[in-house]
């Protein structure tokens, strides 16, 4: 735990971050502690932390609404956990640099699911109680499973292979049921910010926050009197977010998966599944919704938002949102080139290279991002930025002060040369006046020590980075 850091509130999320600490005494500056890091931390260190919440939710036994099949065969959960090896054997699954899914092993159309859960290497102390071993699904929340771990791609070859002493302690075996007593079984471990889906001997990986969401599940306890999930399965977006709402429970659109079974757009997968019954206030339900393979995205279908910087311990986060501006679906191309320029165009920061996490289908008609509501239902591209701008080694006081570069615009070229260009600034009517200066920082522009950036992540699809 950091020091200083006291725990006021346990939740299970969708983001699988379901331990939150206030840092300092009495300041109300509050922070997310994320699991593996990737979530924007300021004022506390990212720490493996997220054990001490796992009991603050019930489990289901089964979906909500749905019924197995009566032709699905008995699934009966292994003793054996998944090898944690798994994060750093290649396999048979070759590696592409395009990343995309390899598809075929796990089969569509899943009657049953069992998600059996394991912690071989959680210390006893910490281990009691605070897994649910068994969830199942069935019908449609099973078909959308098998979907969601169809989508696993194979590693692209500048990814960096994960050493087996990465492993978390956690991991899972899901078993499907199929028609004709069919079975399939997938192996699922925890690593260097990914999830690793073996089948037989083919391994993919699964990142960003669909990533989040399955794991997500193993934040599931044995004894919670709160407010039900709702079922979302099956219903389109807006209207999951009335239903998720009028119960109580804010919602987000994590991701998607390809299921061209399913209508563009409907919930194939949620977190927490429905049923469950969750304590205490910040009740979230994350949401996968499903795709079909669609073409590249021309730069006339795109748009872009800055989204203004937050600065938090000597360095400025701030990110850029890419809608698709038409109206038809359209799939955000990779990687992606970002550069700060000045008014004329001239580059002035890093030149950062971002790769995108497939799937990367975008809802169509995306155009309204001033506010978070209008996001909570849509598919946009989340471009991170970072920067340490207060610090600077050569600099007699060890402060940037003097040597500041604040970029007039951004530049985004896709691949294929076409370039999208955004101001380094939020719109004066969509900043709160009076917040700092002057003039809010400049509209909550990024500032950057000497031009240099930090080191991208990838471009992650959803309603939320």
């Not at 008995?74 to 396999?91: E, Q, W």
């Not at 917040?435 to 509209?443: D, E, K, L, M, T």
């Amino acid at each position: 735990m950091p020091h200083g850091a006291v725990p006021v509130q346990f939740r299970c999320d969708s983001g699988a971050i379901p331990v939150r600490f206030r840092c300092g005494s009495g300041t109300g500056a509050e922070r997310w502690v994320a699991m593996t890091g990737l979530r924007i931390v300021t004022g506390c260190a990212a720490s493996l932390v997220w054990i001490a919440g796992l009991a603050g939710c019930a489990t289901p036994s089964a979906h909500p609404g749905t019924s197995p099949g009566s032709s699905a065969p008995a699934l009966r959960c292994p003793a054996g956990a998944p090898s944690p090896r798994l994060v750093s054997g290649a396999g048979s699954a070759a590696r592409s640099a395009s990343g995309q899914a390899t598809g075929g092993r796990i089969p569509a159309g899943a009657l049953t699911a069992v998600i059996c859960q394991y912690d071989p290497g959680l210390p006893a102390s910490k281990a009691r109680g605070a897994l649910t071993r068994r969830i199942t699904l069935h019908g449609a929340a099973a078909a959308g499973l098998a979907a969601v771990l169809a989508s696993a791609t194979a590693a692209p070859a500048r990814v960096r292979p994960c050493p087996a002493s990465a492993a978390l302690p956690l991991s899972q075996r899901v078993l499907f049921g199929y028609p004709g007593r069919r079975r399939v079984s997938a192996g699922v471990v925890y690593g260097c910010s990914r999830a690793f889906v073996s089948v037989g001997e083919h391994r993919e990986q699964l990142s960003g926050q669909v990533m989040y969401d399955l794991f997500g599940y193993t934040a599931l306890g044995s004894h919670s009197y709160g407010a039900r999930v709702p079922d979302l399965i099956g219903l389109r977006p807006r209207v999951a977010f009335a239903v998720a709402r009028r119960h109580g429970f804010a919602m987000s659109v994590d991701g998607a998966a390809s299921d061209p079974a399913v209508p563009f757009g409907d919930v194939i997968f949620q977190v927490l599944p429905s049923g469950v019954r969750v304590d205490g206030l910040g009740q979230q339900i994350g949401v996968v919704i499903a795709t079909a393979p669609e073409p590249p995205c021309g730069p006339r279908q795109l748009a872009a938002t800055y989204r203004g910087a937050q600065p938090g311990a000597g360095n400025d986060l701030a990110s850029i949102v890419v809608t698709d501006a038409s109206s038809v679906p359209c799939r955000l191309p990779g990687p992606l080139h970002v550069v700060g320029v000045t008014r004329v165009g001239h580059p002035v920061t890093s030149n950062l290279t971002y790769p995108v996490v497939q799937p990367a289908v975008l809802s169509p008609g995306a155009l309204t991002v001033a506010s978070q509501n209008s996001l909570s239902t849509s598919l946009v591209g989340w471009i991170m930025l970072t920067a340490e701008y207060r610090d600077d080694p050569s600099a007699p006081n060890g402060l940037c002060t003097a040597h500041y570069v604040i970029p007039a615009a951004w530049r985004i070229t896709l691949p294929g040369g076409g370039v999208l260009t955004v101001r380094n600034a939020v719109p004066r009517d969509r900043f709160p006046a009076g917040i700092g200066s002057p003039a809010w920082s400049r509209h909550l522009a990024m500032v950057t020590c000497r031009g240099r950036m930090g080191t991208p992540s990838p471009v992650t699809v959803g309603s939320s980075p």
